[in-house]
C-alpha cells in the first residue's frame, strides 16, 4: 500500500473528504519526525515504536576492493514492532471485522459508497494472495531440504551398518 491508497483507506474509515484524510496522515508523520529530530521516541500501544538509534564511528571494508572505509557516528530512525502488530502480521491474532459495520449504512446512502465496497474488494484478494504466497514459499524452502537432509543421512547410515554387523 503506497501513500495515496493509506489516504483512500483513512477518507473511509474516517467518512471524510480525501483532502481531509490527507491532512490528518501528514500532520501524523509531521509529529513524528519532529519528535524524532529531537531524539524522542514515539510509542504507539499495540502498533510499535519510532525511535533514534546511534551507529558508533566504525572501520568497514569496501566489498569491490577490500579497501578499508572509515564510517562516521551517526544516527538512525528505528521502528520496533509492538506485541499486537506482531501477533496480526504473524497471524495469530485475528482483526476485528468493524469493515461491514461502517459499510451497512454505506449501502443506506446510495450510489456514493457503493462504488468504495468495489474497489475495497479488488484490493482484499490481492492483499490476501500476495500475503499467502510469501509466506508459503519460505515455509516451503525451509521445510523442504529440513526433510530430505535427515532422511537421506539416515539412509545412507542404516545399510552401512547392518553391512558391518553381517
Not at 490528518?24 to 533514534?52: M, N, P, W, Y
Not at 506482531?86 to 497471524?91: H, M, N, Q, R, T
Not at 484478494?125 to 529440513?146: I, L, M, T
Amino acid at each position: 500500500m503506497n501513500k495515496a491508497e493509506l489516504i483512500d483507506e483513512l477518507a473511509e474509515k474516517l467518512d471524510t473528504s480525501r483532502a481531509g484524510a490527507g491532512e490528518v496522515l501528514e500532520a501524523v508523520i509531521d509529529v513524528i519526525h519532529r519528535s524524532l529530530a529531537i531524539g524522542e521516541s514515539v510509542v504507539i500501544t499495540g502498533f510499535g515504536k519510532f525511535e533514534t538509534r546511534v551507529r558508533n564511528a566504525r572501520i568497514a571494508r569496501n566489498p569491490q576492493t577490500g579497501a578499508a572505509v572509515k564510517v562516521k557516528k551517526t544516527t538512525v530512525p528505528a521502528f520496533k514492532a509492538g506485541a499486537d502488530l506482531k501477533k496480526i502480521v504473524s497471524g495469530e491474532k485475528k482483526l476485528a471485522k468493524k469493515a461491514p459495520a461502517k459499510k451497512a449504512p454505506v449501502k443506506k446512502a446510495a450510489a456514493k459508497k457503493a462504488p468504495a465496497k468495489k474497489v475495497a474488494a479488488k484490493k482484499a484478494p490481492a492483499k490476501k494472495s500476495a500475503v499467502k504466497k510469501a509466506p508459503a514459499k519460505k515455509a516451503a524452502a525451509k521445510k523442504a531440504p529440513a526433510k530430505k537432509a535427515p532422511a537421506k543421512k539416515a539412509a545412507k547410515k542404516a545399510p552401512a551398518k547392518r553391512a558391518a554387523k553381517r
